[in-house]
């Protein structure tokens, strides 16, 4: 019983310690193990068992693995076509402030319509206000 403990201790110990192991039989005739060669016997080096290698992953994990890099991407993609859609958005409101701005940057007459429904046409003090609040459109929209 004694044996078995210390063959069962030695070999519990030899993974955690990696050493070299010795096996040889003392002056009672016991089997013992050491992890250091014994001066007065003949000893024979056995090697440590190998450690326990990382289990493989079942197909389970994998799969699950698999799927949250699938999520990741759709992930990503889902952001960059949002991304995309604020730019195309930002272009077409840079574009339309801009071509506001090129009208009453141009000249000449510009018609309104007043609170009754009938055309009149603008001051030149207020096409040069109107100019004024379309820049400051056209520098928003535009990030300038």
Do not use: F, H, W
Not at 28 to 37: E, R, S
Not at 46 to 65: G, L, Q, T
Not at 71 to 76: L, Y
Request: aromatic share 4%.
């Amino acid at each position: 019983m004694k044996r078995m403990l210390i063959i069962a201790m030695a070999l519990a110990v030899a993974p955690l310690a990696s050493a070299e192991l010795y096996k040889y039989v003392d002056k009672n005739g016991k089997t013992v193990y050491t992890d250091q060669p014994p001066v007065d016997a003949d000893a024979k080096r056995i090697s440590a068992p190998p450690a326990a290698a990382a289990p493989a992953k079942s197909y389970v994990e994998r799969d699950k693995e698999t799927e949250k890099g699938r999520e990741k991407s759709r992930d990503q993609a889902k952001k960059a076509a949002e991304t995309d859609k604020a730019e195309q958005a930002k272009k077409q409101r840079c574009e339309q402030a801009r071509g506001n701005l090129q009208i009453y940057t141009d000249g000449g007459r510009i018609m309104k319509t007043n609170d009754k429904g009938e055309r009149d046409y603008m001051s030149d003090e207020e096409i040069a206000a109107e100019r004024a609040k379309t820049q400051k459109l056209v520098d928003e929209a535009c990030g300038k």
